[in-house]
Structures are given as structure tokens and as C-alpha cells.
């Protein structure tokens, strides 16, 4: 078995102790199965008490269907939904927010980052308001973005009143919502619903857990008939103790936060022994886990002869993201790595 750390992705880690304690606590005993145990009202009523308020909470496989279930809750079929060109729902969901809303398109805005601004809603909710175009009716946002980047609370404020002034919802991908939560240093609570976000996909794959998505609906109202999608989606868990109990060993211990700082503290550490190397730069800033490194073909063909694995599918630079596990002797091999690659001539 290869077991050399790779940071090609955060989802490259295993299970941290916290959520694996806590699956094991859950295989015990006969329990009522489709989420009507005490392990799942445990995990919904621990996010209740972090985000302090009364949301509808709802566990799913992964993110795909997280956010896809989302947006497909908030629109109609001749709706459409706002985003960042780079963003997952756009560039790796295989069409499932189209799949699952039967048909609200997505309309992408050419962004510079994987960041949206005021503006890109402004000029694509209003660009048309004729009946043969589909009526836009959410805007989703992706926290931390797939570029590493942070909207600060302003921005989201800004953005959600944006959408109320243009009858639009705001959704939030937070596959890395903890990352967001630890490099902000802001309450889960004050970046949602005090913000103005309407419904969070809160990712606990990348956050150290083997599976499970929360959707949470801060508008209990808008959840109306969201465990019928979800069954119908082949979502529904029926032995969900399984998605739920990690999330109370996650949630009740701070292990979420905790793996958070972590991974984000390594990709702070790369970023600041790569900078300054010569033909190397930062593509994007390093706010969260994930740092993309732009430099010439040779170096990053050099580098992939030193073992390291990485994707390249962001503007051809080299991502590398960082999980719980990340071990700091090897994030400085890694920098290591670089710095030699970088300055063979
Ligand atoms: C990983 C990720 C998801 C979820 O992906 P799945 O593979 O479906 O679990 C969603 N959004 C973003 C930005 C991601 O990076």
C-alpha cells in the first residue's frame, strides 16, 4: 500500500479520530433507521446549537447532491441560478443542479477568481427580463471558493442583500465551510443567516469525516418537502446513524474547527517558503487549505518526477490542499521539493 502523504486533494484523507470514534459508538444496538434515531437528532440539534438557530438540518452522501438538492429546493424548473464560472455546481457536478431542479439553468458569470460580485448578480438578474429566458431566483456562493479565496462577512452581506433586493436566495457551498470558519475567526452563525445566506451545504468530507454532507435551511419553510427530494434522489441513508453520528463526534468535541486551523495552517506554511522562489508564484491568495502554485512546465514536471501528485486544472497551476492530517514534515518536503524543482535551470 503507497501510504506517502499526497496533497493533491483534501479528500486524500482518511477519517480523523473524532468522527471514527464516533461511528464506531453508533454500531451499537438496534436503532430506527431513515434518520428517526437519537444519533440524528444528536447531530441536528448539535448544528442547531453551533449556528445558534432552530434550522432544518438534513444529511446527505456528498456535495454534488448537497448542493444540486439545494438549489433544486429553491427554483422552479424555468428558474436559473447565478455563479462563478469556476464554481463546483458549474465545473464538477456533471450537470446534477440541472439534473435535480429538471431544468434551471445555471448562468455562469466570467469571473476573475472564483469570487462573485455585486455586480455579476446585478448584470445577470437583470440583463433580461423577458419571458423566453428562465427567471433567475438564487445565487450560489462558494465558501471557501474552489480558488482558495475568502469572502469576508461584508461581502456576503452585501451579496445577500443584493439577492433580497432582486428576490433572489443565497446558497452557500461550503464543502470547506469549517476552513472559512477558522481563517475568518467569525461564528459559524454570523457567516449564514446573520449574513443573509439562506441555505449551507456544509461539507464534512474534506473536513475529516468517510461521508455525509449537512444541508441546512435557515428558513425553516424553504425545507418544505426536502426529505421527499432526498429520498427520491437516493439520499436518504437508511441506516443514517452512519451520516449522522460523525458529526456529533465532529460538532460536540470542536474537532471541525480544530482540523480546520490545522490544514489551513499548512497551506500557509508552503505559501510562505515558495514565495519569493524564482519563476514561482501564488495564482490566487492563500486564505484557506489550498494553495495554487503557478510556474513553468519544466518545474512542474520535475516536481511530478520528485513523486508529488497534483492537478493542474485551474488556469494550469498546481493545486496542492491540505486536510486534518497533513503532516508539517511533509508539507516542508513538499516546499523543499519546489524550491530545488524550481531552480534547476
Ligand atoms: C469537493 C467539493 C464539493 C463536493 O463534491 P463531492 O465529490 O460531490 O462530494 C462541492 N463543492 C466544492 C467547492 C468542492 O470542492
Known sequence: MNTRQQFTSDNYAGMCPEAWQAMMQANVGSLIPYGEDEWTSRAADAFRSLFEKECEVFFVFNGTAANSLALAALCQSYNSVICSSYAHVETDECG????????????????????????DVRLLSTCRSDIHYPKPRAVT??????????????????????????GL???????????????????????????????????GTKNGMAVSEAVLFFDRALADGFDYRCKQAGQLASKMRFLS???????????????ARHANTCARRLAEQVVGLPGVSLMFPVQANGVFIHAEADVMERLR??????YTFIGGCARFMFAWDADLAE?????????????VH
Open 96 to 119: 446534477a443542479p440541472e439534473f435535480f431542479s429538471n431544468g434551471s439553468k445555471l448562468l455562469v458569470a466570467r469571473t476573475e477568481s472564483a469570487k462573485l460580485t455585486e455586480q
Open 141 to 166: 456562493i462558494t465558501q471557501p471558493t474552489e480558488t482558495g479565496e475568502l469572502y469576508s462577512l461584508s461581502e456576503i452581506r452585501t451579496l445577500a442583500q443584493t439577492c433580497r433586493e432582486l
Open 169 to 203: 436566495y443565497l446558497h452557500m457551498d461550503g464543502s470547506r465551510f469549517a476552513n472559512a470558519c477558522a481563517a475568518l475567526g467569525c461564528t459559524p452563525a454570523d457567516m449564514t443567516w446573520r449574513a443573509g445566506v439562506d441555505v449551507l451545504c456544509f461539507g
Open 245 to 259: 453520528a460523525p458529526w456529533v463526534g465532529m460538532l460536540e468535541s470542536g474537532a471541525w474547527l480544530r482540523n
Open 305 to 310: 518526477a520528485c513523486g508529488w501528485r497534483f
Open 331 to 343: 508539507v516542508d518536503r513538499l516546499a523543499a521539493d519546489i524550491q530545488v524543482c524550481s531552480s
